[in-house]
């Protein structure tokens, strides 16, 4: 073989070479995108756990949340607090799944738990009425999908609001109160719905407070 043979030959090589490289580095970056699906599915699930826990370790903070999800008029100041605290927490959550969802790190099924997630809470009246602050801090696109999503909820005061009415019992009896008769569980009306486009809640319903 001479000169040009050889070098024919290693141009071959080269080209084998270089298909063999671009070969493992896809499959490097498949394994890669796979693992970093699978991280943010247990770190978001991870989370979600954490939120629920601490509702189940923490009575008080559990009360506080229930009448906050129930709408309860008149909800002191140091509880509305509270409970703006933790529906922060977890839409701040929420958002982070919604992000990496749009940047294509979770599959479709994380994604539908976690619309589906959002779609319980919202049933509850208090967090539309919540929502209805100024709240900054979200990413635009993030607080137009929770706008549609408030928009199309179903709301259903009944759970919050047996919860809520059962704590609040609760509370007269220690205090050495107790409720009428017949009045233990009463009726809680659902708060309307929030308008993206408008700024504070009705008067009537929750004064603006801070989160």
């Given at each position: 073989?001479?000169?040009?043979?050889?070098?024919?030959?290693?141009?071959?090589?080269?080209?084998?070479?270089?298909v063999?490289?671009?070969?493992?580095?896809?499959?490097?970056?498949?394994?890669?995108?796979g693992?970093a699906?699978?991280?943010?599915?247990?770190?978001?699930?991870?989370?979600?756990?954490?939120?629920?826990?601490?509702?189940?370790?923490?009575?008080?903070?559990?009360d506080?949340?229930?009448?906050?999800?129930?709408?309860?008029?008149?909800?002191p100041?140091?509880?509305?607090?509270?409970?703006?605290?933790?529906?922060?927490?977890?839409?701040?959550?929420?958002?982070?799944?919604?992000?990496?969802g749009k940047?294509?790190?979770l599959?479709k099924?994380?994604?539908q738990?976690?619309?589906?997630?959002?779609?319980?809470?919202?049933?509850h009246?208090?967090?539309?009425?919540?929502?209805?602050?100024?709240?900054?801090?979200?990413?635009?696109?993030?607080?137009?999908?929770?706008n549609?999503?408030?928009?199309?909820?179903?709301?259903?005061?009944?759970?919050?609001g047996?919860?809520?009415?059962?704590?609040?019992?609760?509370?007269?009896?220690?205090?050495?109160?107790?409720?009428?008769?017949?009045?233990?569980?009463?009726?809680?009306?659902?708060?309307?719905?929030?308008?993206p486009?408008?700024g504070?809640?009705?008067?009537?319903?929750?004064?603006?407070?801070?989160?």
């Amino acid at each position: 073989m001479n000169l040009e043979h050889w070098y024919h030959v290693a141009e071959i090589v080269s080209s084998i070479a270089v298909v063999v490289s671009l070969c493992f580095l896809a499959l490097e970056l498949r394994l890669y995108l796979g693992q970093a699906r699978q991280d943010s599915i247990d770190f978001i699930t991870s989370r979600r756990h954490d939120l629920l826990r601490v509702l189940a370790d923490d009575g008080e903070l559990s009360d506080i949340v229930w009448k906050g999800l129930a709408g309860t008029p008149r909800l002191p100041a140091d509880e509305w607090s509270r409970f703006g605290f933790y529906m922060y927490c977890v839409i701040l959550e929420l958002e982070r799944a919604w992000l990496r969802g749009k940047a294509g790190v979770l599959d479709k099924q994380v994604i539908q738990v976690s619309d589906d997630a959002l779609t319980w809470w919202l049933q509850h009246p208090g967090v539309g009425a919540w929502w209805r602050g100024d709240h900054p801090g979200f990413h635009a696109g993030f607080t137009a999908y929770m706008n549609d999503k408030i928009n199309q909820a179903i709301v259903d005061p009944t759970i919050a609001g047996a919860v809520a009415a059962a704590i609040r019992e609760r509370e007269h009896q220690r205090s050495g109160r107790s409720t009428a008769p017949g009045t233990e569980v009463p009726e809680v009306p659902a708060l309307p719905l929030p308008n993206p486009r408008a700024g504070l809640a009705p008067a009537d319903t929750h004064p603006k407070r801070p989160p």
